[in-house]
């Protein structure tokens, strides 16, 4: 299963793939592969193109490049290694590594190699979750190799790719019951000095943390934070915890104490609105304590459903240092509008302020659709 599997994405997003850049894959490949059938690969890539997805396209992409290239795989590979430096978009090389899994299976050796190549210049994070699907071990130990490369973007594919709950991938669903097979990984990245490889991990513990929260926490909570790099992860890693108000998660980000402050004026405003328009949250918190605080302060808007009842959301307000009889004045604009992922109802939305994962403060503003 390749990544016709992946969800699809927004409409005009597929046209990364259009006939322009169908013919400059096609331009570049005959330039590294004189004996290319150009004129069948663009009219491989063309049929039917505006009827498919985002994903469809690049897998179109991949089946049109095995159709024109020479049958040994490994020969196949060379022409594509040559090609992957001149395409004009790192998404577009993702059609690379998609090869690989759709045709790759009978000689992981050479895949995986090529693989750790192709990701440098888009990246071949879906493409190895067919591997790891496959021989989950096996696959493990190449990419724990990868884990200490000097390259960035192959020690972020150490993370990104077995990442349990990928987006626009299926599920690990083995390192969802048990992640313990990764934490080599995770430990030889922890303290990456790339942001681009910290984000993956941090988003690797943010997926484990919906499975396996304890797992994470008792990892994180023998990892020393007198290193910057660690304590962003930390940080990131735990944040689907610390909007739950989860006090272990807070401790490790050192809020975990009940917050000496009171929070005054809060407010919502307008107190009506309509869909589409802009609430504005103002409050101001003062300290009560004799020393700084570390306070991590969310606010929790709960959508009306169409039941009648409500489901919260919790989002990120501020995370600070607030000194003793200290006083922050924060405010937050939002534009209550609609997503493919949520639908609006009108009603009464209470709102929630959340200090070190305690509800200090209550308003709420009334919603037409």
Not at 87 to 93: D, E, I, K, M
Not at 126 to 147: E, N, P, Y
Not at 193 to 216: E, F, G, M, Q
């Amino acid at each position: 299963m390749a990544t016709s599997e992946i969800v699809t994405q927004a409409p005009e997003l597929k046209h990364i793939f259009d006939p322009d850049r169908i013919r400059h894959i096609a331009d570049e490949t005959l330039a590294v592969y004189p004996d290319f059938d150009r004129d069948r690969f663009v009219q491989l890539c063309l049929s039917g193109l505006d009827d498919l997805s985002l994903m469809q396209r690049l897998r179109r992409v991949s089946e049109a490049l095995h159709a024109t290239l020479p049958r040994d795989y490994r020969a196949a590979l060379t022409i594509l290694r040559a090609l992957a430096p001149r395409l004009n978009s790192g998404f577009v090389s993702i059609a690379l590594p998609e090869f690989v899994a759709l045709y790759g299976a009978d000689d992981v050796e050479a895949s995986l190699d090529a693989l750790e190549f192709f990701t440098r210049f888009g990246s071949s994070e879906f493409a190895i979750r067919h591997f790891l699907r496959r021989d989950l071990d096996g696959t493990l130990a190449v990419m724990k190799q990868w884990s200490v490369h000097e390259n960035e973007h192959v020690r972020r594919l150490a993370s990104e790719g077995c990442r349990p709950r990928l987006p626009w991938s299926f599920r690990l669903e083995p390192l969802m019951r048990d992640p313990s097979p990764v934490a080599e990984i995770l430990e030889n990245l922890k303290a990456d000095p790339s942001l681009y490889v910290r984000k993956s991990v941090a988003n690797h513990l943010n997926d484990i943390t919906k499975n396996n929260p304890d797992w994470v926490l008792d990892r994180l909570g023998g990892w020393p934070q007198d290193n910057p790099h660690t304590t962003w992860i930390v940080r990131h890693g735990l944040r689907s915890l610390i909007k739950e108000g989860d006090k272990r998660a807070l401790a490790l980000i050192g809020a975990g104490a009940k917050a000496d402050v009171e929070v005054r004026s809060f407010t919502v405003t307008p107190a009506a609105i309509h869909l589409g328009e802009t609430i504005d949250l103002a409050l101001q918190i003062v300290s009560t304590s004799s020393k700084p605080q570390r306070l991590v302060i969310d606010y929790a808007i709960h959508y009306v459903k169409k039941s009648g009842t409500s489901s919260a959301k919790v989002f990120k307000l501020k995370a600070i240092t607030l000194g003793a009889g200290g006083t922050v004045t924060l405010t937050r604009a939002q534009r209550i509008r609609s997503f493919t992922t949520r639908v609006h109802y009108a009603g009464r939305h209470e709102v929630e302020i959340f200090v070190n994962g305690e509800c200090l403060a209550r308003s709420a503003f009334a919603l037409t659709v």
